[in-house]
Every structure is written in C-alpha cells, then in structure tokens.
C-alpha cells in the first residue's frame, strides 16, 4: 500500500513561492502511474491542480495555475513537489497530494477526478494573504 507525506505548506503573503513536497514511504509505482496535486478551500469542493506522469514526467496543469506552478517528481527518491511562484489569496486551499496506480493505461492517460486517486496525502494548510 502506498501512503503519502506531504510537507511545504504555510503562510506566504501575494506574489510568494512556497514549495510542496509529497514522498512516497513505499516504492510502489508503476511505469503507468500518474501524481496528482488537488486543493480544497474552506466551503468548496476538491479542485485539480496539477499531474505528473511517474514515467515520463508529462505534465498537465490546471488553467487557474498555469504559468505559476510547476510539478516535477524525483523518482529516485519516490517523490512529488509542486512549486507554486506569483501565489495570489484565491490560491489558499489545504493541499493534497494523491497517487493514480492503474495496472495499465495509455501513454496519455491521466485525470482531474479525485474518484479516479487510490491514495491521499494528509494534507498540507497553504495560506496566501493580500
């Protein structure tokens, strides 16, 4: 089973970087798995964020982060980051990391749907102030 430690968060004030870390205690992905970064605001509903492929390192972003952040993975150290530059007071939201392990999918495959993640971070409280 795969569990996932986030850490990173905190208060930044507008046009901050903070840096998100999710590492992996188990070295269980798969050539077809996909890293998945959402975030949940207090009175909304999960949100996509980010997405990395864990082979081949495609990635896919969110329009409302776009330019902004940048996912990356080190698979050496089983690891997801989510860098987050030019941070605005509508991006505060408590983070979550969450992993995607299908048995086989397409080169392109990935998805927006937390449904669709088998394994969640704890998450991590990311607070941008005006």
């Known amino acids: 089973q795969v569990q996932l430690v986030e850490s990173g968060g905190g208060s930044v004030q507008a046009g901050g970087s903070l840096r998100l870390s999710c590492a992996a205690s188990v070295r269980t992905f798969s050539t077809y798995s996909v890293m998945g970064w959402f975030r949940q605001a207090p009175g909304k509903e999960r949100e996509f964020v980010a997405a990395i492929r864990w082979s081949g390192g495609s990635t896919y972003y969110a329009n409302s982060v776009k330019g902004r952040f940048t996912i990356s993975r080190d698979n050496a150290k089983n690891t997801v980051y989510l860098q987050m530059n030019s941070l605005k007071p509508e991006d505060t939201a408590v983070y979550y990391c969450?992993?995607?392990?299908?048995?086989?999918?397409?080169?392109?495959?990935?998805?927006?749907?937390?449904?669709?993640?088998?394994?969640w971070g704890q998450g991590t409280q990311v607070t941008v102030s005006s």
């Open positions: 969450a992993a995607d392990t299908p048995t086989y999918a397409s080169d392109s495959y990935y998805s927006t749907d937390p449904v669709k993640y088998d394994y």
